[in-house]
């Protein structure tokens, strides 16, 4: 007797995940295959439904996300560290959405839709939908409006995830905006907090600081943020 198994959903999710970790850490694969027998294990003892697996509640790419105000040299700092440039810059926030920064071995920068997170377990944003509903009923459906995919063939993004956070200077969005920080931070390994030392941020930026910063202090794993202040010779 076979037992219950993976669901077809399952099934293509961790063919996507070996698929993946192929490209970047091939030294895995083979968990993968362990966590499938763990898997029949669980479903035969009732531990686990057949659409899910423990392979997806494992953080398989360490996560850095970069955050800061506008203007803090966010953007500059990935494009360096990549040696490719990824993200646009400027002097004036230049984007409105946190950008997943994921490796790819394609010869371009491709640029996908926050729905793609949404539906993939490799990224920290799987299911976010579902996390901004209970927030605000109907606000999953403009997932889309506040996240991006970017995949780009650096070698320094290979077996990692960034990402890098919009400028928090649209009061429009600014809730929406500090809510979705706070999962982040929550799901980071490591926490990159820039400032711009020549515009010290006026009152009007006071929760964004008090996110970025304060907040931050009081963390239980507070020792994971970087705080780095960028233009200080200037």
């Given amino acids: 007797m076979w037992g219950p198994r993976a669901s077809n959903s399952v099934k293509q999710h961790l063919a996507s995940l070996e698929q993946h970790l192929e490209e970047e850490n091939p030294i895995l694969v083979d ?5 499938r027998k763990l898997d029949r294990v669980g479903y035969r003892m009732g531990l686990l439904e057949t659409d899910d697996s423990y392979a997806m509640a494992i953080p398989w790419w360490p996560l850095i996300s970069i955050l800061g105000t506008f203007s803090a040299g966010k953007s500059s700092f990935i494009n ?4 490719f440039k990824v993200q646009r810059t400027g002097t004036q926030a230049v984007d ?3 950008t997943v920064l994921s490796y790819s071995s394609d010869d371009q920068v491709r ?11 490799r990224f920290p944003f799987y299911q976010m939908s579902e996390e901004l509903d209970k927030v605000t009923s109907g606000e999953g459906a403009y997932l889309d409006s506040y996240l991006r995919l970017k995949t780009c063939p650096a070698p320094n993004l290979r077996g990692q995830i960034l990402i890098d956070s919009p400028g928090f200077d649209a009061d429009a969005q600014r809730t929406s905006t500090l809510r979705i920080t706070d999962y ?5 390994d490591l926490v990159l907090v820039l400032f711009d030392a020549r515009h010290p941020e006026p009152g009007a930026m006071k929760d964004t600081l008090s996110h970025l ?6 963390h239980r ?4 943020f ?3 202040l960028n233009q200080m010779d200037a």
């Fill in 111 to 121: 640029e996908l839709p926050g729905i793609a997170l949404n539906s993939d377990p």
């Fill in 213 to 218: 910063v304060a907040d931050a202090v009081r």
């Fill in 31 to 35: 968990v993968v295959h362990s966590f």
């Fill in 221 to 224: 794993e507070s020792s994971k």
């Fill in 96 to 98: 409105d959405k946190f």
């Fill in 226 to 228: 970087l705080y780095i």
């Fill in 184 to 188: 982040i931070v929550h799901l980071s």
């Fill in 80 to 83: 360096h560290y990549l040696d």
